[in-house]
């Protein structure tokens, strides 16, 4: 484990120390050791005789310090002196849960104005002590995409402009200091269309006249026609 770096593989702490000396005295009789919460604790929570202190097990996220001081025969003590900072973080971040885009862009609904989106997000809070470290963000045309695109730093995440039509899907999840991941989540699905459809190609009147012809039977016409087509974008309205 690291010194004074945020992990989450190892709660179970063995630790040894060397260098103490007492090279013109009566000798190294024990070491008190302090091991808490507090950076400048100075209350023994134990007295050991080998450089070696093997913490009882922490299961919740944690910053524990371990402090020292040695002590010779003759009872002197030297001063406490901080070797060791242990950071665990065991809880994963929750993931986002509320994304906008800058420009006007409305989640799940179509629109023809917005082709180089902004987006931000919010929700998101990392309770074991770590604290968020950053983003892994997919954006995709997959709903169910799964493999990040991108890693970002902050709660925000500018893509390429976008063809239309089509309906991209931003997904994101926080990750610690520690390296817990929360899960994927979907804050944001785009879609664009500025593309017009394509005008119909056949009309009728269902009456039986025809088209550019004179006729003296159908003085209140109903037409229907076919053809029109939006390709893959929002459809016909």
Aim: aromatic content about 12%.
């Amino acid at each position: 484990v690291p010194n004074g770096v945020w992990q989450n593989v190892t709660e179970d702490l063995d630790f040894t120390w060397s260098g103490a000396t007492d090279p013109f005295g009566s000798g190294v009789l024990n070491y008190d050791v302090y091991w808490g919460d507090n950076p400048n604790g100075a209350t023994p929570t134990a007295t050991v005789t080998e450089p070696e202190y093997d913490p009882v097990p922490i299961t919740v996220s944690f910053e524990h310090y371990l402090r020292i001081r040695t002590r010779d025969r003759q009872e002197n003590v030297s001063d406490w002196q901080t070797f060791f900072i242990t950071r665990y973080d065991g809880i994963a971040p929750t993931a986002p849960t509320e994304g906008t885009e800058a420009s006007g862009a409305q989640n799940g609904e179509w629109q023809n104005t917005v082709a180089a989106p902004h987006f931000s997000w919010s929700g998101q809070a990392d309770s074991g002590g770590s604290g968020i470290a950053g983003y892994e963000v997919i954006w995709s045309t997959s709903q169910t995409a799964s493999v990040a695109t991108h890693t970002v730093v902050s709660a925000s995440f500018d893509p390429p402009t976008v063809g239309s039509p089509s309906s991209h899907y931003l997904r994101v999840r926080a990750f610690d200091a520690a390296g817990n991941s929360s899960d994927w989540t979907d804050p944001f699905a785009f879609m664009l269309d500025n593309s017009p459809p394509v005008n119909p190609t056949h009309a009728v009147e269902t009456g039986g006249t025809h088209n550019d012809e004179w006729q003296n039977s159908i003085s209140d016409p109903t037409f229907i026609w076919t053809g029109a087509t939006d390709g893959f974008g929002s459809g016909i309205k």
